[in-house]
């Protein structure tokens, strides 16, 4: 694929997908006593205006399968938080 003047990644993705339990903010969850429940979800990667991002076993459903992953990106997307 081409986009903004290149073709493909310049760079190999290898920054890690975190979520945590503080990205999310409902509020009946919020005595949850595992800080983490999530952890290490994918692998991201933003490149010349791209945002690539792979959610481990998740496959194309990513708010069935992975609900906190997907939320994150969506935020992310939404312009709620700044870095994914």
Do not use: C, S
């Not at 010349?48 to 998740?58: D, I, K, P, S, T």
């Not at 969506?74 to 994914?84: F, Q, S």
Request: hydrophobic share 40%; no cysteine; proline share 7%.
């Amino acid at each position: 694929m081409t986009w903004n003047g290149a073709l493909g990644f310049q760079q190999k993705p290898n920054e890690t997908f975190f979520v945590e339990y503080n990205d999310i903010w409902f509020a009946p969850m919020q005595n949850y006593t595992n800080p983490n429940p999530q952890g290490t979800m994918g692998v991201k990667h933003f490149e010349r205006g791209l945002m690539w991002n792979e959610v481990f076993q998740a496959g194309h459903m990513v708010p069935q399968y992975q609900p906190r992953a997907a939320l994150k990106q969506l935020r992310w997307l939404l312009g709620r938080i700044d870095d994914l």
